[in-house]
């Protein structure tokens, strides 16, 4: 089992990720209030350890912005939370997650899938109408210290966690590190 850690922006909470090892951490170039921009995110990544995954969140952003950020080696990964369909994901160089409601066709050539209530909305939905899935993917939406054990046993391969990693609208370095020893416990 896997953790990601999102919405990233600052170099504190890069250095929370480093002590607690997530297998990713998101950056988020969407509008959003975790929004950060290229060269901010580049700074970050230069602080982040070896062995930490750097994905990108984007919706509906121009592919070529998502093509220099990897080409740039600030993000390895895409997650995208639009409509972007075949055509685009195909044209990126980079394993791609795209982000669906569970009751959304799970059809795409996207590498993972990425089970949501809705776009970063930080709300849980009914995690038994997850069905079969026929590619690894994350489970995100609501996830925090309080429920992550019952999300764990619906055995994604990912767990997403953004605002349940978070103090008052901020990354907590305590949360980061309980969410990851737990993921690991689980394993």
């Known amino acids: 089992m896997k953790l990601k850690i999102c919405g990233l ?40 350890r070896e062995g930490i995954v750097p994905v990108g969140v984007f919706v509906n952003a121009p592919a070529d912005d998502i093509i220099a950020l990897y080409d740039a080696g600030v993000i390895e990964i895409a997650q995208l939370h639009g409509g972007e369909g075949e055509d685009y994901i195909a044209r990126l160089p980079m394993p791609a ?40 993917w994350f489970l995100a939406g609501g996830i925090s210290l309080e429920n992550i054990s019952k999300a764990l ?17 901020l990354k907590d370095r305590a949360k980061i590190i309980a969410l990851s020893e737990k993921v690991r416990r689980f394993s």
């Open 97 to 136: 997650i795209k982000a669906v409601k569970v009751h959304e066709s799970r059809r795409t050539r996207a590498d993972y899938l990425l089970l949501d209530s809705g776009a970063g909305s930080g709300k849980a939905f009914d995690w038994a109408q997850i069905g079969q899935i026929d590619r690894p």
């Open 153 to 169: 046993e619906f055995r994604p391969y990912a767990i997403d966690v953004s605002s349940g990693a978070e103090t008052d609208g």
């Open 9 to 48: 922006s600052r170099e504190e909470d890069i250095d929370a990720a480093n002590e607690a090892m997530p297998d990713y951490i998101g950056f988020v170039f969407a509008e959003s209030k975790r929004r950060i921009s290229p060269a901010w995110a580049m700074h970050l990544r230069a602080r982040l």
